[in-house]
Each structure stands twice: as C-alpha cells, then as structure tokens.
C-alpha cells in the first residue's frame, strides 16, 4: 500500500473520524489485520481559527504548504487536507508538492453525480458556504449549488466552532440544522452535502427527506481506496 499524508487537527474531532474511517475501509477491503500506512501531522486548531478570522490566509498558505512539503519528504504519497474550509489554500499545497493532492470537493463532487443528482444543498463554515473556492469547485462537475439565507448561515457557522470542534452535541443545535436543511430542500436541493468535517458529529441520513453526502466519510475512502491502489 501506499502511504497517505494526512494534515489535520482543524479540528481533532473530526481528524479522529478520519483515521478511522480510513482504516475500516483498508480492513473491509483487504481483510485480515491490514490497515492503512499513514503519516499525520496535527495543527493546534486555535492558531488556524485565529488565521482565518484574522484574514491571515497568506499565512495560513505558507504554514499548509511546508506541511505538505514535510510529509512527503517524510514518505507521503498523497496528501489529504481533512478540512473542507481550509481546501480554501488547495492552490498553494498543490504547488508545493509532487505527490497527488486528493481534494474533498471533487471526491465529494463525482460521488453525487455517480448518484445522479444536479441540484445540492451545502452546509459549512460561512468560508464554504459564501466564498468561491468550494462552491466553484463544485460548480466544475456540473453541480448547481444552493447555501441557507445570511441568518442561517451564520447559526450553521456558529455552531461548528462554538459546539461541533469542541465536541459538543446539541439537540437544540441538531433541530436547527434540521430546519436549515428542510429549507434548502424546499428550495430545490435533491441531496445535502455534509460541507464540514464535523457536522457528521450532529446530523446524518436520518435528519432530512433527501440524500446526505457526508464529506469527511467520502474525502476517508477516497482516501484509502488511494491507498490500496
């Protein structure tokens, strides 16, 4: 197998479901004691949360794109950034290495078009929901997508990082996400993507009448399959 890069901690929650995830897939395709040979690296999340708040992204760019630098010098053979808002900075890991660059938007992308869908309802941070570099992305495999109004967005984005990274669930916060999603479908959307790799930690298939893409479930097999080649 291959070795895969991992750049995480942005949060660790969901960094952990992504170790994890990884490896059952390694496991129920190959059997036996096989799992999957991985390097990670780990950021503090409160300097990124910092950096992206701050405006900071330059910053942020340069920090990413030594990271990548180090795990493949270190043996990587694919990097996988298990973030969603922080593909934002895709551009500048992707120069700076020679190893593939396994983007969450695409993988989440060709798995809802392999589906049959067109028309997507996506939840995030308020960076994936209202700035071009994940929306485009998406855009790029024919995909029309639809984000919740400024007012549910930013209760979306709130609940993220003041419950989600900090690992706290809420019902009160799982029937917000509910409507927001109920919303999106009245709108148009015929699936929900997952945008943010830890809201997956709050709601899932059974929170709404349509299809859910859970990106950090897709971006971890995507990931693995990789792997195994």
């Known amino acids: 197998m291959q070795t895969i890069g991992l750049i995480g901690g942005m949060s660790w929650e969901s960094t952990t479901l992504y170790y994890k995830l990884i490896n059952e897939r390694v496991r129920d395709r190959m059997g036996k004691l096989h799992s999957a040979p991985l390097l990670l690296y780990s950021y503090d999340f409160e300097d ?5 708040y701050g405006g900071r992204w330059s910053e942020a760019a340069a920090s990413l794109a030594e990271v990548a630098r180090r795990l493949e010098g270190a043996g990587a053979r694919a990097i996988v950034l298990c973030t969603n808002t922080m593909h934002k900075l895709a551009p500048d890991i992707v120069s700076s290495v020679t ?10 992308a060709q798995r809802i078009r392999a589906r049959g869908y067109r ?9 994936t929901m209202e700035e071009d570099f994940y929306i485009d992305r998406l855009r790029a495999h024919d995909l029309d997508v639809l984000v919740p109004p400024p007012e549910a967005r930013a209760d979306v984005n ?4 003041d419950e989600l990274c900090l690992g706290v669930v809420a019902d009160p916060s799982r029937r917000r996400y509910r409507e927001v999603m109920a919303a999106l479908v009245a709108a148009g959307a015929e699936c929900i993507i997952l945008g943010c790799t830890e809201i997956t930690m709050l709601v899932g298939p059974d929170d709404t009448s349509v299809e859910t893409f859970d990106t950090t479930a897709i971006h971890a097999e995507t990931a693995a399959d990789f792997a195994i080649g």
């Open 158 to 161: 709130r609940i993220i990082y």
């Open 48 to 52: 990124i949360k910092q950096m992206q």
């Open 119 to 127: 028309r997507v309802g996506l939840l995030g941070t308020r960076f």
């Open 99 to 108: 190893i593939p660059f396994i983007h969450i938007g695409d993988a989440t």
